[in-house]
């Protein structure tokens, strides 16, 4: 069975820095797309960063440039998140997400995504 499993989620303060895995298994990792969306109460799932298949090719939402970096390790079937400078407005449930796809195109889009972890919560203080 396909599990999607995310880790490294906390509470942390403004301007710090936390680190998202999730850790795949039951497919095929490097023949899928992985991304990172966010969810808070009442709010749409927002879209925060993907990565390719071999992991040469990144995209990510305004908001993250910068500041946020997706990675993956094709042999460890494992996609991170690493998250720096920390907002109070990052505060989510992270999830990471698997896409079988042959192009890296609109990874933003979440339809296209076909397992989806349980997701991690990330809090940032003030």
């Known amino acids: 069975q396909v599990q999607l499993v995310e880790s490294g989620g906390g509470l942390v303060q403004a301007g710090g820095s936390l680190r998202l895995s999730c850790a795949a298994s039951?497919?095929?990792?490097?023949?899928?797309?992985m991304g990172w969306f966010r969810q808070v109460p009442g709010k749409e799932r927002e879209f925060v960063a993907a990565?390719?298949?071999?992991?040469?090719?990144?995209y990510y939402a305004d908001s993250m440039k910068g500041r946020f970096t997706i990675s993956r390790d094709n042999a460890k079937n494992t996609v991170y998140l690493q998250m720096n400078s920390l907002k109070p407005e990052d505060t989510a449930v992270y999830y990471c997400?698997?896409?079988?796809?042959?192009?890296?195109?609109?990874?933003?889009?979440?339809?296209?995504?076909?397992?989806w972890g349980q997701g991690t919560q990330v809090t940032v203080s003030s």
């Open positions: 997400a698997a896409d079988l796809r042959l192009a890296f195109t609109k990874p933003y889009n979440w339809d296209a995504y076909d397992y």
């Open positions: 039951g497919l095929t990792f490097s023949s899928y797309v």
């Open positions: 990565i390719s298949r071999s992991g040469g090719n990144t």
